[in-house]
Nanobody, 123 residues
């Protein structure tokens, strides 16, 4: 069973930067596709970024050019570096992983493994 634990959330002013990470209990990030989703209060969950087993990445248009997703499979860590943060980036950010095809990256229901989330607040 894969366990994912997010960390690094916090509060930052608009225009600032924040790094959030997700640690896997096993080799999830070398075995599976992984990604980040976010959900703001009163809004639907939104896909943010995805990475495949080879390290290829894809981003939602809303974060493209500002967020960078990477992974370190030796440490089982998935990282999301966020620059030029905006108030609309405020949300709970969730890490997800699973045997998902790249064309399914944005479909949250395809991921069997989820973390409990880390809060990002931009003011």
């Amino acid at each position: 069973h894969v366990q994912l634990v997010e960390s690094g959330g916090g509060s930052v002013q608009a225009g600032g930067s924040l790094n959030i990470s997700c640690t896997s209990s096993g080799s999830a990030f070398s075995m599976y596709c992984a990604g980040w989703f976010r959900q703001a209060p009163g809004k639907e969950r939104e896909w943010v970024a995805g990475i495949d087993r080879d390290g290829n990445t894809m981003y939602a248009d809303s974060v493209k050019g500002r967020f960078t997703l990477s992974k370190d499979i030796t440490k089982n860590i998935l990282s999301l570096v966020m620059h030029n943060l905006k108030p609309e980036d405020t949300a709970m950010y969730y890490c997800a992983a699973g045997p998902v095809m790249p064309y399914q990256w944005s479909q949250g229901d395809k991921y069997p493994y989820w973390g409990k989330g880390t809060q990002v607040t931009v003011s």
